[in-house]
Nanobody, 126 residues
Framework: QVQLVESGGGLVQAGGSLRLSCAAS????????MGWFRQAPGKEREFVAA????????YYGDSVKGRFTISRTNTKNTVYLQMNSLKPEDTAVYCC???????????????????WGQGTQVTVSS
């Protein structure tokens, strides 16, 4: 059974930083692509970032490029999202997800992911 648990969200002023973590209880974590998505009230879920199983390839949504960094520590079954220069429009619930297909392609759409965490709230005040 796969379980993903996010942490690290909170309230921060614009221009500040937060680091989100996602702990995965899944066998062979190091063989799976991981992703981060976010959803703000009244808006569709948005792709934020994804990382290959080894961590050598990363992808970002256009709205976060240059400000957010995704990384992973396979020995800890954890993926991270470092968020810098936060803006009020970054306010959302952030969820991590795992793609169990063991594909060489790094998934960037929600439909390609198999399991999701409950999410952590990030609120950026102006």
């Amino acid at each position: 059974q796969v379980q993903l648990v996010e942490s690290g969200g909170g309230l921060v002023q614009a221009g500040g930083s937060l680091r989100l973590s996602c702990a995965a209880s899944v066998r062979t974590f190091s063989t799976y692509v991981m992703g981060w998505f976010r959803q703000a009230p009244g808006k569709e879920r948005e792709f934020v970032a994804a990382i290959s199983y080894s961590g050598s390839s990363t992808y970002y949504g256009d709205s976060v490029k240059g400000r957010f960094t995704i990384s992973r520590t396979n020995t800890k079954n954890t993926v991270y999202l470092q968020m810098n220069s936060l803006k009020p429009e970054d306010t959302a619930v952030y969820c991590c997800a795992v793609d169990l297909n063991r594909s060489s392609k790094v998934a960037t759409t929600a439909g390609e992911y198999d399991y999701w965490g409950q999410g952590t709230q990030v609120t950026v005040s102006s």
